[in-house]
Nanobody, 116 residues
């Protein structure tokens, strides 16, 4: 059974940085593309970034390109999202998901609040 556990969400000020982690289990993480998606308050889920299994291909939505960096440690079965220059519009529940540009399956999420 796929299990994804996000962590690292916090309350930060605009302009600050934060790193999210996603611990994966129940499947072959090293052979799986992974994604980050988020849901801003009152909005639909939106895809923000994906990385292929070996890390050779990385994709970002325009809203985060240049500010967010996706990475992974296959030995630790962990996916990361380094977020810099955070803005109030980045306030959201952040989820990791298995697959390329995928929304499911995903974890329970970790909440990021960016105060102006």
């Amino acid at each position: 059974e796929v299990h994804l556990a996000e962590s690292g969400g916090a309350w930060v000020h605009s302009g600050e940085s934060l790193r999210l982690s996603c611990q994966a289990s129940g499947f072959m993480f090293s052979a799986s593309s992974m994604s980050w998606v988020r849901q801003r308050p009152g909005k639909e889920l939106e895809w923000i970034s994906s990385m292929t299994a070996g890390g050779g291909n990385i994709f970002y939505d325009d809203s985060v390109r240049g500010r967010f960096t996706i990475s992974r440690d296959n030995a630790k079965a962990t996916l990361y999202l380094q977020m810099t220059s955070l803005q109030p519009s980045d306030t959201a529940m952040y989820y990791c998901a298995k697959g390329l540009r995928s929304y499911v399956p995903r974890g329970q999420g970790t909440f990021v609040t960016v105060a102006s």
